[in-house]
């Protein structure tokens, strides 16, 4: 009985060492692989502004465009910015075709991830520019649609092309078709285990909604940045 207690703990041991020798060997290859965005020194927060108060998106657009200017005249805020779903946050698969080429069936739908973005997002989470230009002030609601894909979207959807200046559908029920106007680096929505999926963002200031994640790349300890963004939420509605 005694062996046989021996012979099970030596067993028993070997596998713990086995699996735990697996485990740090992925974690490793994980830490080796670029994610696409660097999150250090980055401050994530969320507002959701009710809607008894502000019953348009176009008002929830306004109080969104004044705390992103007050946010980005903070001491320590290198750069301000606002998203609908930053990186580990969420997904949203939305069906996107490139204009004139709709899918001939569902099965030849292709589908992309849909982010709402602004200020100086692709800054504040080091996302390069690659080609075209980022979204500017005069890209606001009522003016023509404008979006930035990634690179591999712009691959897939124009292998061959230059993907800057092209026409795309998004399909969310009602189709809009808006120019291609940018194309930046591709990054790991859901983490380093997980593919690139093929990204598209979109101006918040053309399509405002009533909640949105603040995005703050600051400068030296971060522990007060949550007190800053209170007391400048509480400072434009108590």
């Not at 903070?74 to 990186?87: D, K, Q, Y």
């Not at 609601?141 to 979207?153: E, F, H, K, L, Q």
Request: charged share 15%; aromatic share 6%; proline share 8%.
């Amino acid at each position: 009985l005694r062996s046989g207690l021996v012979l099970a703990q030596v067993a028993l041991s070997c596998t713990l060492l086995v699996s735990a020798g697996l485990l740090v060997q992925s974690l490793s290859r994980l830490q080796s692989v670029d994610p696409g965005f660097d999150a250090r020194g980055v401050v994530l927060a969320h507002v959701s502004l009710p809607r008894g108060t502000y019953a348009s998106d176009e008002r929830a657009g306004f109080w969104f465009q004044a705390l992103l200017e007050r946010l980005s005249t903070s001491p320590g805020v290198e750069a301000a910015a606002l998203g609908s779903a930053p990186p580990l946050t969420g997904a949203n698969d939305t069906s996107v075709y490139p204009a004139g080429r709709p899918p001939a069936s569902e099965q030849d739908k292709q589908f992309a991830q849909l982010r709402l973005i602004d200020g100086e997002y692709f800054p504040a989470l080091r996302i390069p520019l690659l080609a075209g230009r980022a979204f500017a002030p005069a890209d606001r609601a009522g003016t023509a649609p404008v979006v930035i894909i990634n690179r591999r979207m712009a691959h897939e959807f124009f292998p061959g092309e230059t993907a800057v200046g092209q026409q795309l559908v998004i399909d969310r029920g009602t189709p809009l078709t808006a120019e291609v106007v940018g194309v930046v680096g591709d990054a790991r929505l859901f983490g380093q285990e997980s593919e690139v999926p093929a990204t598209i963002y979109l101006s918040l200031r053309q399509m405002p909604a009533p909640a949105a994640h603040i995005v703050l790349r600051v400068a030296g300890d971060p522990s007060g940045v949550g007190a800053l963004v209170r007391n400048v939420v509480q400072s434009l509605d108590p």
